[in-house]
């Protein structure tokens, strides 16, 4: 057994909906997920995770129903595709209260918002949790969602990334230039809360966003939440490198997820920053037991209650296709998309049957199965082989699936010395990255006041 090397992060993957990457499994006799809107289900998942001493609860988010297969929502609304899907950012609070360490990551899509009330909301919650928000930064890709409010289309996939590189410089402007660090002196013989002269404006006038005013939340413990994103074509990268600082890969193979690691840490190198300064993070799904016997009859049971065809439908949005359109086994060609670039291209040529064949568990993530020691062997070989920092786990039976990891792999991984047996103190930034403000050599940092430099 291995004794050495780094140990693992882990974020809890999940969504304030139904069904979310293993579509079908809410029709299990044990999967609660149709209590979603129970606000007794998320404190029961997060004492749950801070018991399993998860990094993270991360959650999925979309914008828009998933109306391309079949050409309507008829399958999204009978296997609740994210739909309904409820916003993640009004569960925090209450998860936070009963927790202390847990951290949570929040999708929230930036095409549709605006900067300056936005700011606020994150602050707001930085404070409330002492310091354990982090954004995932998304720019959308459902051309519903571009509809619902109001926009006759999507804009083009560059073009979204060059509105997000905007968002994020009037976001640094308002989180991190605003007030200064001792704005506030809560002084009650003086009757001076804050000091006027250390609140900045902000005046922004670019091409997408017109700002001028000032932010409206003092410092929260980390100013700008713990920046996700997950984009891997080569703008998605770029912009990567630039602001992100923990980023996502879906692993097929070694060499690939090892190559697309690489290319990641090349390019926030290339951009200024250190190649450590991304923490990166692949996406999976475990069944474990006992043995590995008892792992495989469970996945037999879970596969009796997937659905296959919902996950197709599924990823004909993220291709921007209707594969119900396309025969067995006639092979997928597809094109220019304003949907997710690097998704549609990874899977041309493929067939539908090929496709149904990998969504046989209701969706596409890399799906590891056996004993403890089997799952930890698997785990530690992804990232000790292709430098990843840790695993976004799914949920393919809620909350039955956290709980089997904790209670097994999670002592499999603490005995080999891979895996923390107590939380750090601090911010989540802190606890991943050893401080709670963005380093100086982040973008961000040109919009700080000097008093607010860190190193």
């Known amino acids: 057994m291995s004794q050495c090397g780094k140990k693992v992060l882990l974020n809890a993957f999940n969504m304030n909906c139904v069904g979310h ?37 991360f959650i999925a988010d979309i914008l828009g129903v998933y109306d391309v297969y079949q050409q309507g929502i008829g399958l999204t ?5 994210q739909l309904p899907v409820n916003d993640p950012l009004m569960l925090v609070s209450a998860m936070a209260s009963v927790t202390e360490h847990l951290g949570f990551g929040l999708t929230a899509n930036l095409s549709y918002e605006a900067p300056y ?15 354990r928000v982090g954004w995932n ?33 009037v976001s640094y402007q308002l989180w991190e230039g605003s007030w200064e660090d001792d704005a506030i002196v809560a002084d009650r013989q003086r009757r001076i809360y804050a000091d006027p002269e250390k609140i900045h404006p902000v005046h922004h006038h670019g091409e997408f966003y017109q700002v001028d005013g000032y932010h409206l939340s003092s410092p929260s413990p980390q100013r700008t939440p713990l920046l996700f994103q997950a984009g891997s074509s080569a703008r998605g990268i770029e912009f990567a490198a630039r602001h992100a600082e923990c980023t996502f890969v879906s692993g097929s193979t070694l060499q690939g997820t ?9 390019a926030a190198q290339e951009a200024g920053r250190k190649p450590d300064d991304l923490k990166v993070f692949m996406g999976v799904s475990v069944i474990v037991a006992a043995t590995e016997r008892e792992a495989r009859e469970k996945e037999q049971e879970y596969l009796r209650y997937a659905s296959p065809e919902a996950g197709i439908a599924h990823f004909s949005s993220s291709t921007g296709m209707d594969l119900s359109q396309f025969e067995l086994d006639e092979p997928i060609q597809s094109g220019p998309t304003r949907a997710i670039e690097s998704v549609s291209k990874a899977y041309s040529g493929w067939t539908r049957r090929r496709l149904l064949e ?7 993530y890399s799906l590891i199965v056996g004993s403890p020691s089997q799952v930890a062997d698997e785990l530690l070989k992804w990232v000790d082989e292709c430098g990843i ?33 107590e939380y750090e103190s601090g911010t989540l930034r802190k606890k991943l990255f050893n401080h709670d403000r963005l380093p100086s050599r982040h973008p961000a940092s040109r919009f700080r006041r000097p008093a607010g430099v860190i190193k």
């Open 21 to 57: 990457i293993h579509h079908g499994m809410w029709t299990h006799p044990q999967d609660q997920s149709t209590d979603f809107t129970s606000l007794k289900y998320w404190l029961e998942l997060a004492r749950t995770l801070e018991r399993g001493l998860f990094d993270g609860l």
């Open 77 to 81: 609304a009978k296997e609740s595709i």
């Open 117 to 131: 009330p936005f700011a606020r909301r994150f602050s707001t919650l930085d404070h409330l949790t002492n310091g």
């Open 137 to 169: 930064i998304v720019t959308g890709y459902l051309d519903s969602a571009a509809r619902a409010v109001g926009q006759t289309a999507l804009l083009s996939h560059d073009r979204r990334y060059d509105q997000a590189d905007e968002f994020l410089d």
């Open 258 to 266: 090892r190559e697309q690691v690489n290319k990641l840490r090349q």
């Open 358 to 364: 990998q969504h046989a568990m209701g969706g596409r």
């Open 389 to 421: 920092d840790g695993f976004n786990l799914t949920r393919i039976l809620n909350p039955q699936s956290y709980i089997d990891f904790i209670d097994l792999v999670v002592p499999e991984l603490q005995q080999r010395g891979r895996y923390k047996t």
